[in-house]
C-alpha cells in the first residue's frame, strides 16, 4: 500500500461505510490488490461474480454490499465491458506484472463507463390505514425503487413462483424505523440470522434511538445489514452522537440494552 493512502478521505469513507477500522479496511485492499494480482492481472476483477471476489478476499460479510461500498468510495470502478475494474491498477500492481504484461504486448485495463436507464418509479406510501406490523410490510412493500439503475443490477430479485421478493411483517417492522433504505434483501437475510435470544421489540426500540442520533442521520450511516450483522444495538449508545459540540442536543432520552 502507498505511503498515505490511509489518510485519504475515500480510505476512510470505506471504513466507515463497512464498520472497519483502520487496519480492517487497509486488509480489505491489500486483499483486493493480492486477489487482482493472481487472478486478474490486467484488472478485470468483474471477470468473478461479487460472491467470488469476496471469497477471494476472505470477507464473511454480505458480498454485494462489500463491492457497493467499494466501487461508491473509488477503489473499484464499475465497466460497461469487465463489470468491474480496479480503480488505478496500473499504479497498484507490483512491477513484475506490469513487465509480464509488456512482455506479452498486454495492457492493464481501463474502465468503460457504465450507460443508466431510467426506470419507472412506484409511489412510496402505506397502503394499509393505521398502525402494526401489517402497515409496516405494507410501507416496506412499497419502496420506492431508485430512478436509474446499472444494466448489471436490472434484474429483479426472483422468490418463488411469484417473481417478487416477500418479507416477514418482523422485519418490515424494523425496516420502518432503520433510516437508511438500502440493500433490503441482504438486510432480510441478516434480521432471519438474528439469534432466538434477540429480543426483537427491544431491538426495535434501540433502532429508534440509533434512526434519531447523529450517526443515524448522517452520511455515513452504515447499510442495514451491516448495523445487524456487526450487532450495533450492542454499542456504547453515545458514540452515535456528534463529537463536534453538538452532542448535547442530541443525547438519546434513555438507553436501552439487550
Given amino acids: ?17 463497512l464498520c472497519l477500522n483502520g487496519w480492517g479496511a487497509m486488509g480489505i485492499l491489500e486483499s483486493l490488490w493480492h486477489a487482482t494480482a493472481s487472478n486478474a492481472p490486467s484488472g478485470d476483477i468483474g471477470r468473478y461474480s461479487n460472491e467470488d471476489i469476496a471469497a477471494l478476499i476472505d470477507w464473511d460479510g454480505d458480498a454485494d454490499e462489500l463491492i457497493d461500498a467499494l466501487a461508491e468510495t473509488g477503489w473499484l470502478d464499475r465497466c460497461s465491458n469487465h463489470r468491474l475494474v480496479v480503480h488505478d491498477w496500473g ?7 506490469k513487465a509480464n504484461l509488456a512482455r506479452h504486448n498486454k495492457q492493464f485495463v481501463v474502465a ?9 418509479v412506484e409511489p412510496t406510501g402505506s397502503r394499509l390505514q393505521g398502525g402494526g406490523e401489517e402497515a409496516a410490510q405494507a410501507d416496506c412493500e412499497a419502496t420506492t425503487k431508485p430512478s436509474l439503475v446499472k444494466p448489471s443490477q436490472a434484474k429483479p430479485i426472483k422468490h418463488g413462483h411469484s417473481g417478487r421478493m416477500t418479507y ?4 418490515c417492522r424494523w425496516w420502518t424505523a432503520y433510516p437508511r433504505k438500502i440493500a433490503k434483501g441482504a438486510a432480510a ?9 434477540v429480543d426483537l421489540d427491544t431491538l426495535q426500540e ?13 452520511p455515513y450511516c452504515p447499510h442495514p445489514a451491516t448495523w445487524l450483522n456487526n450487532r450495533c444495538w450492542e454499542d456504547d449508545q453515545t458514540e452515535w452522537q ?3 459540540g453538538s452532542g448535547s ?3 438519546p432520552e434513555q438507553v436501552i440494552t439487550l
Fill in 1 to 17: 500500500m502507498k505511503a498515505g493512502t490511509t489518510q485519504k478521505l475515500k480510505f476512510r469513507k470505506l471504513a466507515r461505510r
Fill in 91 to 97: 499504479d497498484h500492481a507490483p512491477n513484475y506484472l
Fill in 112 to 120: 468503460c463507463p457504465v450507460r443508466q436507464f431510467p426506470v419507472a
Fill in 168 to 171: 416477514s411483517a418482523k422485519f
Fill in 189 to 197: 437475510k441478516a434480521f432471519a440470522k438474528l439469534p432466538a435470544d
Fill in 206 to 218: 434501540i433502532t429508534a434511538l440509533f434512526s434519531a442520533s447523529f450517526k443515524g442521520r448522517g
Fill in 242 to 244: 456528534d463529537r463536534n
Fill in 249 to 251: 442536543q442530541h443525547q
